[in-house]
């Protein structure tokens, strides 16, 4: 992609999060990446105006919208705000981006689907959200198809963490250190998501010699539950004086319906870009040996 030019021109959006922190981490081993990096004390992109005339001042070969309203139980009461950020913006986002001749890669969940199969979900499986968060993000891909087809890629992932921001694996590790019991869910499967993972992949979807534009699911490699994932943290931190107990999800309402199965197929990103995929335990000992290192 880089079209025989010396530096691509990279807009960040939430780059002080998970995603955002490790996309920082990885361009910066890259000499033909030209990082800009924004959250929304650089940007507001809720705001079309906004984003104009941040590209007309900060030109970007490739956005990447790391940046969305993730918190899901409170959606369902803040479903204006959800909508805001996880539709608005997106569009707002593909606007400008087509205004200024730039490709956007927008970062999307399993949360498009109901949870309710048996089988990776692929990208062409039928999209049924179950929650305010699912159907706005949902909603915000269709807008970014609509007006950009041929230059934006929509990455799906799940159970996304890192050693930034707050997340599921550091909140495991502060409750196994601060108690003696724990309950965690078990009949919830998925795939963790090392954020850090993610972003090697965004950059070698950037890099590569062809745009292929379209829908693809990442997530690390194997199948666990919240129960088993706790586990395995709980181990590889090395903590012992933690009791972690099997639960039902429903001994423990949440305002929004969690997919009971989010596995998603990753063969498509893997055929198409070529790439390697972690095992997720593998991922998560790498992230905990730089926790403990902090």
């Not at 062409?124 to 950009?148: F, I, M, W």
């Not at 921001?165 to 078990?186: A, C, D, I, W």
Request: glycine share 6%.
């Amino acid at each position: 992609m880089l079209d025989n030019m010396n530096t691509l021109n990279i807009l960040i959006t939430g780059a002080n999060g998970q995603l955002g922190r490790e996309m920082r981490n990885v361009m910066q081993g890259h000499f033909t990446l030209n990082g800009i990096y924004t959250d929304v004390e650089e940007l507001d992109i809720t705001s079309l105006e906004a984003i104009n005339a941040f590209l007309d001042s900060h030109p970007a070969d490739v956005i990447v919208n790391c940046a969305a309203y993730t918190a899901v139980d409170r959606a369902e009461q803040e479903a204006d705000l959800c909508h805001k950020l996880n539709v608005e913006a997106i569009e707002n986002l593909a606007m400008a981006a087509k205004a200024h001749h730039a490709k956007l890669i927008h970062i999307s969940t399993d949360y498009v689907f109901d949870g309710t199969a048996h089988r990776p979900y692929s990208e062409n499986h039928p999209t049924c959200p179950a929650s305010v968060y699912g159907n706005t993000k949902l909603d915000g891909e269709k807008r970014l198809q609509a007006v950009l087809p041929n230059d934006s890629i929509i990455l799906r992932t799940a159970w996304l963490y890192s050693p930034y921001g707050k997340n599921f694996v550091k909140t495991m590790l502060e409750l196994g250190r601060t108690r003696s019991n724990l309950n965690v869910v078990y009949d919830q499967v998925g795939t963790p998501t090392y954020a850090l993972d993610l972003a090697q992949t965004i950059v070698k979807i950037i890099l590569a010699d062809e745009w292929k534009p379209g829908i693809y699911h990442y997530s690390n490699e194997g199948v666990t539950s919240w129960y088993d994932f706790t586990k395995a943290i709980h181990a590889i931190a090395g903590i012992i004086t933690c009791n972690v107990m099997p639960c039902h999800t429903n001994e423990y309402p949440t305002a929004a319906q969690r997919p009971h199965y989010s596995v998603l197929d990753k063969t498509k990103i893997k055929t198409t870009f070529g790439c390697a995929v972690p095992y997720w335990r593998d991922s998560l000992v790498k992230c905990i040996d730089i926790l403990k290192q902090q």
